[in-house]
T-cell receptor, first 109, second 113 residues
Framework: GQNIDQPTEMTATEGAIVQINCTYQ??????LFWYQQHAGEAPTFLSY??LDGLEEKGRFSSFLSRSKGYSYLLLKELQMKDSASYLC??????????WGAGTKLIIKP | NAGVTQTPKFRVLKTGQSMTLLCAQD?????MYWYRQDPGMGLRLIHY???????AKGEVPDGYNVSRLKKQNFLLGLESAAPSQTSVYFC????????????FGEGSRLTVL
């Protein structure tokens, strides 16, 4: 079966760095996405990785290792507004997205 | 630019009632999707469409029907609502390019009693 695993919840301190991991087992791979979802709101796109390595976009970076079925989202200089759920999704061989359950990130002052 | 708009935002139904959720996008996107989001689970695809007049089943299509008569609209219907269909429903759209990020509507919270 297809599976995306991410931690259910993480806590971090304002101004610090946090890494949210995502491991996947899917039938084929055509890219990995990270989305941010604030409570009661819609998911919004953060990043896309299809090749191994690190993609940096401001305070957020996303890493992919296809051989290990692993990705992480790195958030630097955490702000209170970063409190949200972070969703990992993998596009499989049929170009359908398989979604993880999301990681709820709590930022403390 | 409104993006993706869903109506209604909230609805309470009794078991057996029917209803339709409307999704409208003004970005001229080819692909449109209906997802449901339940606590502790990832987004699950109900139905999707790759163009006007076409629809296809996703992971959890039972109990739902869809129509895409116009490119900008994607309707999700529940013919006979069941408590198991209590959920938050999200519509999304995207262009068919490789990166293809999804643009989501604000969600529709449906409760079936």
């Amino acid at each position: 079966g297809q599976n995306i695993d991410q931690p259910t919840e993480m806590t971090a301190t304002e101004g610090a760095i946090v890494q949210i991991n995502c491991t996947y087992q899917t039938s084929g791979f055509n890219g990995l996405f990270w989305y941010q979802q604030h409570a009661g709101e819609a998911p919004t796109f953060l990043s896309y990785n299809v090749l191994d390595g690190l993609e940096e976009k401001g305070r957020f970076s996303s890493f992919l290792s296809r051989s290990k079925g692993y990705s992480y989202l790195l958030l630097k200089e955490l702000q209170m507004k970063d409190s949200a759920s972070y969703l990992c999704a993998v596009r499989d061989s049929n170009y359908q997205l398989i979604w993880g359950a999301g990681t709820k990130l709590i930022i403390k002052p | 630019n409104a993006g993706v708009t869903q109506t209604p935002k909230f609805r309470v139904l009794k078991t057996g009632q029917s209803m339709t959720l409307l999704c409208a996008q003004d970005m001229n996107h080819e692909y449109m999707y209906w997802y449901r989001q339940d606590p502790g689970m990832g987004l699950r695809l109900i139905h999707y469409s790759v163009g006007e007049g076409t629809t296809a089943k996703g992971e959890v299509p039972d109990g739902y029907n869809v129509s895409r008569l116009k490119k900008q609209n994607f309707l999700l219907g529940l013919e006979s609502a069941a408590p198991s269909q209590t959920s938050v429903y999200f519509c999304a759209s995207r262009r068919p390019q490789e990166t293809g990020e999804l643009f989501f509507g604000e969600g529709s919270r449906l409760t079936v009693l």
